[in-house]
């Protein structure tokens, strides 16, 4: 084992600037690298100064972001998607109902992404519609949901960047944050999305009117106390707004403002590597220590400094550009094709899938990933290349990664974590939950009425939507079964989503 100063060494090395890095010779003088600043911890996330952190800010933020009427048809939250359990991210990546086919459009195929699913295709007035890719099925994102924590250390958010550091008002055009407001930039970009939590051609009016007439978390439960005593005094949109800014006008600057206000609260600096930070190698246990050593040694520049990420973007070699431009999508520079942001590691065993396009399943398959150079070499970053590590060598890498970066509060989505339960989404008349809506889902409705079986989803099994799971049920999906007409009662059964209609039937 090497002494606490080589380890402390190794591991600030990934505080040295990119730049030092990229000059020949290491910098101005030449000779390497200049040494590394002292290892320090995980700061405060910065805040510009156009939008200073207030208590009202913080709440009203936490509020927008866990509100699913903000979506147009009160499906979709921010914290649908991002999920501190998760890691700020989306556990729905992990199952078949988060897959989008890629650039070939085909379900099934090498090029497939694992995003996120949002809303279903839908005009303003309500109607759905059949989309081209996803038919009555909710839409999927072209890319994994990035983790909302840490975010706030970031210069640019989005997999390519595109959400800058300078905040224009989306309904003025006037720029509210000359620098620091990548957050911002990125709090209001899914709220008129399409694919993600709006209708066709929402417009900020459309958001504006819903908010000035909605009850604030009317469809979640469990709303934690600190939400719960902001609504108490102020029990409305206007009201929130008003003890914000102010004055009750709600406009997208102002949610952007909120939000972002939120999201720079989310500091995970509790981890096992915080103690390491703290006190040093008797923080870590001796297969963790060599797991840092191994990080220290490989992982940096790119994963660097108490963030974890040095927020540049490069080409690691996980698919071919032409299937995701990346970066290039933003610059037009060809040198940028197939460049995405680093994301930090912090939390990073929650967050699985891996990468932008959710490819790799397990941190195993990660370090692995790695270790052979990248699965494909167009553009490549000079900085990946094979790493040589043995078995025991990567699963020490795995282990550190795993059992040292996580903050237990995030984990077990602990104050300032804490948010409240969103409604579970289901599709009605998918009794046996795979799926799916077929003859076995009333067979399964009639094995549990006559007491043979459990559901975990008795929403699911009142396919008339009448508040109770009886043999109706079973007539009413037999005949959608074989005589067809009009779809089961919303969510209905051609998508998943949360029951809008409130009765006693629970769905885990």
Known sequence: MKSFATVLFVFTACLVPMSAFAQPGGGPGGGGPPPPPPLVPLPPAPIPAANPLTPAKVILGKILFWEEQL???????????????????????????????????????????????????QECDGEYLEDDVFGWELQVTGRKSPSSIMAAYSPRLFWDGRATPTFVDPETGVTLITGGGALESQAIAPILASAEMACADRTWDDVRTKLEGATPMALAVDVTPDMSAALASDPDYPALFDAAFGSPDISAARI????????????????????????????????????????????????????????????????????????????????????????????????????????????????DFYNQGGDFDENLSPLIEPLGLSAGQRNAL???????????????????????????????????????????????????????????????????????????????????????????????????????????????
């Open 398 to 508: 795995v282990h550190f990664m795993e059992t040292t970066l996580t903050d237990p509060r995030v984990e077990q989505g602990l104050a300032p974590f804490d948010h409240p339960t969103l409604r579970p989404s289901f599709r009605r008349g998918d009794v046996n939950g795979d799926n799916n809506f077929d003859i076995a889902d009333p067979i399964g409705a009639l094995d549990y009425l006559f007491g043979a079986t459990t559901l975990d989803c008795l929403d699911a099994a009142d396919s008339n939507d009448d508040g109770a799971v009886n043999v109706a049920d079973v007539v009413t999906s037999l005949t959608r079964i074989f005589e067809g007409g009009q779809p089961l009662p919303a969510p209905s059964d051609l998508r998943r989503g949360p029951d809008p209609t409130a009765d006693g039937l629970d769905c885990f």
């Open 71 to 121: 979506s147009s048809d009160d499906t979709v939250a921010c914290g649908t998607c991002h999920l501190p359990e998760f890691g700020g991210s989306d556990v729905r990546s992990q199952m078949e109902e988060g897959r989008n086919p890629g650039l070939d459009l085909l379900f099934g195929s090498a090029d497939d992404v694992m995003g996120s699913p949002g809303v279903a295709a």
């Open 256 to 367: 952007a403002f909120a939000i972002a206000s939120y999201e720079r609260t989310l500091v995970p600096n509790q981890a096992v590597i915080d103690n390491f930070i703290a006190i040093g190698p008797a923080a870590l246990t001796p297969l963790q220590n060599q797991g840092l050593q191994l990080f220290g040694q490989n992982c940096l520049p790119c994963h660097s400094g108490p963030e974890f990420t040095d927020n540049i973007f490069h080409n690691i070699g996980v698919r071919p550009n032409a299937e995701d431009l990346g970066r290039q999508e933003v610059t037009g520079l060809p040198q940028h094709a197939g460049q995405f942001r680093t994301p930090s590691l912090r939390n990073v065993a929650l967050r699985a899938p891996y990468f932008h396009n959710g490819g790799k399943q397990t941190l195993a398959e990660v370090v």
